[in-house]
């Protein structure tokens, strides 16, 4: 019966997370390769509002900005982009997609960014002196370095998203929808507590393998493994 939604949430996961490594190293990468510093610091305040905004908000914020009537598409009429009769709604697996990448980009770009001020800048430099263009430096030098930073940045975001009601309930648009939404409607419709808590399992199990990387990867840096 849930089938169709345990593989939605699986792959709105996977889509919003694939998404989420690849704007945070990047966005890392130019916070902590470019030498713009008025960029940097352009950037660093804009990719940091999303942290202080609750999900509720955040998904209340996008569903105003992505409808078909809403502030994007206004704007692109206003601006002479489109007509009102081009314009398409981005609500559903969409939506819920630029809702978590733009929400947990500031966390997961912070975890990335911090572990790449934290390398030997020596290293860097040498590499600059023999002639390695940035890309080069990121790709053979600090991403290897950051990998484990960079999956546990990816695997708290993973929980996240799992974790998050508001978000598939104000922006999703009916079925397929994720789990979180189907406890809910479980609970609140007909106080179903054993479905809820079997829903509530599987996303435990799909976020079991992560748990046990993250935990790993906290004692290996404190030296116990």
């Excluded at 169709?4 to 945070?24: E, G, R």
């Excluded at 206003?78 to 978590?100: D, K, Q, R």
């Excluded at 600059?128 to 290897?144: H, K, V």
Aim: hydrophobic letters at 55%.
């Amino acid at each position: 019966m849930y089938s169709k939604d345990m593989l939605f949430t699986v792959f709105i996961v996977l889509i919003s997370v694939s998404i989420l490594a690849v704007l945070s190293i990047s966005i890392a990468a130019l916070i902590t390769l470019s030498p713009f510093r008025i960029l940097v610091g352009l950037l660093g305040f804009l990719y940091r509002l999303p942290l202080f905004i609750p999900f509720i908000v955040t998904a209340q914020m996008m569903r105003t900005f992505l409808a078909k009537n809403g502030l994007m598409n206004n704007a692109f009429i206003e601006a002479g982009l489109l007509t009102p009769m081009e314009t398409v709604s981005f609500l559903g697996w969409t939506g819920i997609i630029i809702t978590f990448v733009w929400k947990q980009m500031a966390f997961s770009t912070l975890l990335i960014s911090g572990a790449m001020t934290a390398l030997d800048d020596s290293q860097i430099r040498a590499a600059r002196n023999l002639g390695a263009s940035r890309f080069r430096i990121l790709c053979q030098i600090i991403l290897p370095q950051i990998t484990p930073s960079i999956g546990v940045a990816m695997v708290l975001s993973t929980v996240t998203i799992m974790s998050v009601l508001s978000v598939p309930l104000m922006i999703g648009t009916g079925s397929p929808t994720m789990m979180t939404a189907d406890m809910a409607f479980r609970i609140n419709s007909y106080g179903d507590y054993h479905v809820a808590n079997a829903l509530g399992l599987v996303s435990y199990a799909i976020c079991a393998g992560l748990a046990w990387f993250y935990l790993r990867q906290n004692l290996k840096e404190k030296g116990a493994v």
